[in-house]
């Protein structure tokens, strides 16, 4: 059974900055895509960032410039790096992959919360 596992979410203050992580586990045989998505509170869940097993990225409007996504194929790892965060930023940040198992389907990991003072 796959399991993707966020880490790294918290309290900071504006300005500041943190690192998620996100762990795929279980019987993978291969990884297409590795994406962040955040849901604040009366909000629709938007995309963050993603990344491709050969390293294209994509990142949200909202985020350019700022955040920086990245991927450690040999761990199945996934790290959001979130610079000069605001408070806007605030929301649960939840970790999808696209990836084969038994079949090529998406995961979602159940999330982290991120909250950033004024």
């Known amino acids: 059974q796959v399991q993707l596992v966020e880490s790294g979410g918290g309290l900071v203050q504006a300005g500041g900055s943190l690192r998620l992580s996100c762990v795929a586990s279980g019987r993978i045989s291969s990884i297409n895509v590795m994406s962040w998505y955040r849901q604040a509170p009366g909000k629709q869940r938007e995309l963050v960032a993603r990344?491709?097993?050969?390293?294209?990225?994509d990142y949200g409007d909202s985020v350019k410039g700022r955040f920086t996504i990245s991927m450690d194929n040999a761990k199945n790892t996934v790290y959001l790096h979130m610079n000069s965060l605001k408070p806007e930023d605030t929301a649960v940040y939840y970790c999808?992959?696209?990836?084969?198992?038994?079949?090529?389907?998406?995961?979602w990991g159940r999330g982290t919360q991120v909250t950033v003072s004024s």
């Open positions: 999808n992959s696209n990836l084969l198992s038994d079949i090529w389907r998406n995961y």
């Open positions: 990344i491709t097993s050969s390293a294209t990225t």
